[in-house]
Every structure is written in structure tokens, then in C-alpha cells.
């Protein structure tokens, strides 16, 4: 019987388009349907509704058992010519030799144009507890709850979503089947981590914009750049490029590239590795990065791989700067290793805590706004920067 494995999932949220994916259990075709949303209704269709668009998808073998047989193929459309900024409902279905499968209805949201606020939430690290538990766990299925009842309009992942990224089985088991609610209504970006490993699944899986280990996109007033560190930096017995942290690395020259030639509001760089943490897997040779970083006025950067909750202070030239620095944020989010802290914080953190957590943001042209809950949905930091017509900002 054909089964819908993983998803429907909102990938590459555009002004104007949304795509989303699915795998199926067996050969099959598909479609994605979109229906009109309007406040009068909320979830069940006026009876009787037609769809707004049908489109067929393309579908490709994803999984080939030993004997050659495909058992599972992804299923990808774009639906285009939509509204900015607007709700809308879809489902999605495949017909093959095993029968139709059909998902519900979930409705999905376009990005958002410059000027009108949204709302992103971050965690990482739903494969971080796997040695503990091999189930994917209480806290996945805890965190990805609560970051869905504050409906994000985006949703990062910064890195380790998996226990092994070579293992299929790895990216049900941690991601997508605690995630299901939360992935099928917000679209979502990732970054590698070490646990990935750059494995072919990674880019199986997600449709990010080229070379797809590191990329760029704008939502709102907020241009957001991910890079792929285990590229840049060995960690263990995971491969990396050899060439060094500057100029001539070809992502280093991306992002120098990248951040030099966005006029965006805010600018949100998002890697694994974390250049300050108070705490075990601190990677000091990521600060290589922060004179760009600085030079082209990042306001955030986003990180995890060691399981804990940490806020610097807004830092510059390595030295607390109110006026100019960068806020770095590690999200371990999914986990909480207290083991891992330092036994005293160190001069740059400014909060830090090893709880399971997710931090659930809001952007205005003046004001971005972090809130940082535990798996209960508890408020445990509350941080803001606000930036005047000048750019001057202010921290709270
Ligand atoms: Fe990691």
C-alpha cells in the first residue's frame, strides 16, 4: 500500500512561491494542490471549494534496496504566481502501483516583502540526545511542539538534526516524524553539522538555494546567510576542505561577496560551529570569519554544536561593543548537556543556560526581538536590538 513517509515539507519560501516535498513509499506519481485561505475559514474548505492551482510534481527515485528495487521516491512542486505575505491551504497526492496516498490539508504562508515584521524560530541538535535515545525522543517531539504554537513564518535548524546524516533511517527517526506538524505549516533552512557529515541525504532532502552547503536568501527586512563551517574547520574524523579561513576559500569569498552586496535591514549569519561558547566545542578558528562579519555589519550570528544555550554580548575586534559589536547566539537547542559549561562563564557570555530550548523571534524594520523557551515553553531570555533610520542600535 503506498504510504506517505516523510512530509508534505515547505521548502524555499518566496514572495511569490512555495515549494514542497514528499517521499513516498513506492514508484508513484504526484500532485500539489493549493487551495485560497480567507479569515473567514480556518483549516476546512467552504464546501464545495476549488483549488486555486494544481501542479504536478516532479517525482525521482530516493532509496534503491539491494536488489535493485526503487522502494521510495521524492516528490517536489512549486506553486507560483501567489500573493506575498499570504496564507493559503495545500495538500499534496500520489497515485502508483500501490494504490493514492493523500495528506491532509496544511496551510502555508509566502515570505513576507521588505517592511512588514515576521516571526522565525531556531532550534538544532534533535539528534544530539540519540546516544540516550534511540527513538528520537521526548525532547524532539517536546521542542517541535512548542516552536509550532507560536506559528513561525520560518523556521532554521542549525546543524546536527541527525545522529549519522549516511543513515536514512537517521532523518525520520530525529527530524522529520517528531517534526511532521511543524515542517508540513513552516517552511524551514539547515545548515551541516558535523553529524550530517555533507551526506548525499542532505542534499537529497533539501532544495536550498546553490552550491546548497551554503547559500543565502532574504525574508522581510532580514537577509540571512548560512555557511557550511565543516567545510572550513576539521573536527574529528570529519572531512573538511583543506584550504585555510580567507581569501581565495571559495566560501569565504561567497561571503564576503554575499554581505557586501545586500542593503538588507538586518543581516543573520547562521553556522554550526561555535566561534563563543563558554563551554566545550568552542571553535576559536571560526572567529577568522568576524572581521567580515563585522566589516559588513551582521547584526546576529546563529550557532550550536555544543548543547547548550548561549548569548554573548555584542562583540567586535574581540572586545564587548554596545554600538557596533555582533550578538553570537549558540542554539544546542534540542539538547541540554550542563556537563558541557565551563565551571565559571568567560568575559563574553552574557546569558547561558543547559536546558532544552528554542528560540522563537519577531523582526520590524526598528526592533528585532529574541525569546528564548524551554520544552515547556517556559521564558528563560528575552534580548533585543533596536536600530534607528541610522542603523544606531540599542541593546536590551
Ligand atoms: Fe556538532
Given amino acids: 500500500m503506498l504510504e506517505l513517509i516523510k512530509g508534505p515539507y515547505l521548502q524555499n519560501p518566496g514572495e511569490t512561491s512555495m515549494t514542497v516535498r514528499w517521499e513516498t513509499s513506492g514508484r508513484a506519481a504526484g500532485k500539489g494542490v493549493l487551495y485560497a485561505a480567507s479569515r473567514t475559514h480556518n483549516g476546512p474548505l467552504e464546501a464545495g471549494q476549488e483549488p486555486m492551482q494544481e501542479v504536478i510534481s516532479e517525482s525521482v527515485p530516493l532509496l534503491e534496496k539491494e536488489d535493485g528495487i526503487v522502494s521510495s521516491f521524492i516528490h517536489s512542486v512549486t506553486f507560483n504566481e501567489l500573493e506575498p505575505g499570504t496564507a493559503y491551504f495545500y495538500r499534496v497526492c500520489s497515485e502508483g502501483e500501490g494504490g493514492t496516498a493523500e495528506s ?174 563558554s563551554g566545550s566545542y568552542q571553535v576559536e578558528a571560526m572567529r577568522e570569519l568576524c572581521p567580515v562579519l563585522e566589516k559588513y555589519g551582521v547584526d546576529v550570528v546563529l550557532n550550536s554544536h555544543t548543547i547548550v544555550y548561549e548569548r554573548s554580548f555584542p562583540l567586535k575586534a574581540n572586545k564587548v561593543d554596545f554600538d557596533e559589536g555582533i550578538v553570537y547566539i549558540v542554539s544546542g537547542g534540542a539538547g541540554a548537556m550542563p556537563e558541557w559549561l565551563l565551571p565559571k562563564r568567560e568575559w563574553h557570555t552574557a546569558q547561558s543556560l543547559a536546558v532544552p530550548h528554542f528560540i522563537q523571534a519577531v523582526v520590524t524594520r526598528e526592533r528585532l526581538e529574541f525569546k528564548v523557551m524551554d520544552e515547556e515553553g517556559r521564558l528563560f531570555d528575552l534580548y533585543q536590538i533596536r536600530k534607528d533610520a541610522d542603523g544606531r542600535k540599542q541593546h536590551f
Fill in 104 to 277: 491532509q490539508l496544511y496551510p502555508l504562508k509566502t515570505s513576507t516583502g521588505k517592511g512588514t515584521p515576521f516571526s522565525f524560530a531556531v532550534t538544532s541538535e534533535t539528534g544530539g540526545f540519540s546516544w540516550m535515545d534511540k527513538t528520537g525522543g521526548e525532547i524532539n517531539r517536546s521542542i517541535f511542539a512548542q516552536m509550532k504554537r507560536f506559528r513561525p513564518d520560518l523556521a532554521l535548524f542549525i546543524g546536527d538534526i541527525v545522529d549519522d546524516g549516511n543513515r536514512y533511517e537517521d532523518w525520520d527517526t530525529y527530524y522529520f516524524a517528531p517534526g511532521k506538524e511543524l515542517l508540513s505549516t513552516t517552511p524551514f533552512y539547515s545548515c551541516l553539522g558535523n553529524h550530517e557529515d555533507n551526506a548525499a541525504w542532505f542534499y537529497r532532502f533539501f532544495a536550498y538555494p546553490q552550491p546548497r552547503n551554503y547559500y543565502s536568501f532574504d525574508y522581510g527586512d532580514v537577509h540571512f546567510t548560512c555557511l557550511d563551517s565543516t567545510d572550513f574547520v576539521q573536527w574529528g574524523d570529519y572531512p573538511n576542505s583543506s584550504a585555510p579561513i580567507g581569501p581565495g576559500h571559495p566560501q569565504y569569498d561567497f561571503l564576503e561577496q554575499d554581505l557586501s552586496s545586500s542593503g538588507a535591514r538586518w543581516k543573520i549569519v547562521f553556522f554550526h560551529y561555535p566561534p563563543y561558547v
